[in-house]
């Protein structure tokens, strides 16, 4: 109603945060990825794909990894898996490993398989790292 408002209230919009949040932007970041806007891609950006990278070599050039490293490794993949849905099945095998509750410090050897999907891991990372459509076409 403007000056014939009964009770003067401030306006409900703030101009500089309307500004800052409204304006279109060719990249934001959501929950950790960020969105390129323009070409319609989602990407890994570049501190977590080296941190994870580097986790996954030196798990699989070991061959061997603590309960608590080979957790928080697959926590982080777990993370990646919601946009390489097909990659899901290369955690199976390794989520295996952690159904029997130990301490954070005892050492695990894996086996030839699960090095494998620990490399093919290393190309999933890389993949979301470049970009993955939004559309769902890579």
Partial sequence: MGDAEPIRRRGLLSEPKLEAEGTPAKEHI???WTLKTRLLTIILPTDKFEAWSTDLRVISEAPK???GDLESTL???NYA???IPLARHFLNKLRSRLHTRRHKNQELTLN???VANLNLWT???TKAHHGISMNGVT
């Fill in 30 to 32: 959501v929950l950790g």
């Fill in 65 to 67: 990894a603590s309960y």
């Fill in 75 to 77: 926590g982080h993949l």
């Fill in 81 to 83: 898996r919601y946009l």
């Fill in 112 to 114: 030839t398989e699960e």
């Fill in 123 to 125: 190309l999933f990372l």
